[in-house]
T-cell receptor, first 113, second 113 residues
Framework: GAGVSQSPSNKVTEKGKDVELRCDPI?????LYWYRQSLGQGLEFLIY????????KSGLPSDRFSAERTGGSVSTLTIQRTQQEDSAVYLC???????????FGPGTRLTVL | GDSVTQMEGPVTLSEEAFLTINCTYT??????LFWYVQYPGEGLQLLLK?????DKGSNKGFEATYRKETTSFHLEKGSVQVSDSAVYFC????????????FGTGTRLQVTL
């Protein structure tokens, strides 16, 4: 079946603009995760969803970052008032249940000018 | 908190050479351990995993053994190929305390003819 998909694959924006990144998990996967991959920080966890709830938001770096998940499926990560340090590849992953193997999407490369 | 330490790269090897990439971890409880691989221009893929002490994960000629006494999960391959050139990430999932993967910084492997 289809894997995890993310859109857009690339996003270039100006400092101060808001961006939305989308993740479509594997059908039937109840758990969804967002990570960020940047040169200086490596791979960092951002947020975890179980169904539509987010029991762990501990990795969100500031209140400019938010995420939601609807229908137990699609998730959107929103970054408000983007800063240059937000430039990174944003990765989404899903797993059948919590603690199961996580399958990663191809990522969205965000560049903030 | 949980952490993963892996050897600095890049690692440059000739084809058919033996590969070892060291990985050690710090975690409470009994984490599951993973190696992920990221080929150029592609997303993260699970290479192998081990869920308890003394388990050996293996895939595509790669192996890693979960050593609780040394808190290690070193990746090995007996004979590398040019197509193995990629970035390798060691990661842990601490099912006792969190749902997120904690990653090492990644090790770039370059295999030459």
């Amino acid at each position: 079946g289809a894997g995890v998909s993310q859109s857009p694959s690339n996003k270039v924006t100006e400092k101060g603009k808001d961006v939305e990144l989308r993740c479509d998990p594997i059908s039937g996967h109840t758990a969804l995760y967002w990570y960020r991959q940047s040169l200086g920080q490596g791979l960092e966890f951002l947020i975890y969803f179980q169904g539509n709830s987010a029991p762990d938001k501990s990795g969100l770096p500031s209140d400019r970052f938010s995420a939601e998940r609807t229908g137990g499926s699609v998730s959107t990560l929103t970054i408000q008032r983007t800063q240059q340090e937000d430039s990174a590849v944003y990765l989404c992953a899903s797993s059948l249940e919590r603690y199961n193997e996580q399958f990663f999407g191809p990522g969205t490369r965000l560049t903030v000018l | 908190g949980d952490s993963v330490t892996q050897m600095e790269g890049p690692v440059t090897l000739s084809e058919e050479a033996f590969l070892t990439i060291n990985c050690t971890y710090t975690a409470t409880g009994y984490p599951s351990l993973f190696w992920y691989v990221q080929y150029p221009g592609e997303g993260l893929q699970l290479l192998l995993k081990a869920t308890k002490a003394d388990d050996k994960g293996s895939n595509k000629g790669f192996e890693a053994t979960y050593r609780k006494e040394t808190t290690s999960f070193h990746l090995e391959k007996g004979s590398v190929q040019v197509s193995d050139s990629a970035v390798y990430f060691c990661a842990l999932l601490n099912t006792g305390t969190a749902s997120k993967l904690t990653f090492g910084t990644g090790t770039r492997l370059q295999v030459t003819l």
